[in-house]
């Protein structure tokens, strides 16, 4: 079996999209149940609270573009002693389809953005990225 993970394998997806057939093993990552959800329409496999930023990181990032670069480094280094974890989650990825689910509003700059970089990546985790 290859080592590499097909792309198509980690999806992202937010918490208030319904979930589908296709979405595969659905993890909450974040620290916060997403507000106004109810566990059975989330629908998710496991809540991964180890994986979200902490909340002193999330607070300071507070989704502001300015500081994605920044951002990515420290949650890297927040990850960092979770490498198990990662490595658990990218052989179930080499498997088939995993949705990391997340209910930032902003698309382009959360951790499930971030997250699916680090697990897509062939090394382990550089926090000078």
Aim: charged letters at 30%.
């Amino acid at each position: 079996m290859s080592t590499k993970i097909p792309a198509s394998h980690i999806r992202i997806k937010r918490a208030y999209d319904p979930p589908s057939d296709d979405d595969g093993v659905r993890l909450l990552i974040d620290r916060l149940w997403p507000r106004g959800i109810k566990k059975e329409s989330l629908a998710v496999d496991q809540w991964a609270k180890e994986l979200a930023p902490s909340t002193a990181l999330r607070q300071w990032f507070g989704h502001d573009p300015a500081r994605w670069q920044e951002f990515r480094q420290r949650y890297a280094a927040e990850l960092r002693p979770h490498a198990e974890l990662l490595d658990t989650l990218r052989t179930l990825a080499r498997k088939g389809p995993v949705t990391l689910v997340y209910g930032a509003h902003d698309e382009a700059h959360n951790n499930a953005v971030a997250l699916r970089e680090f697990l897509l990546a062939t090394e382990a985790i550089d926090v000078n990225r």
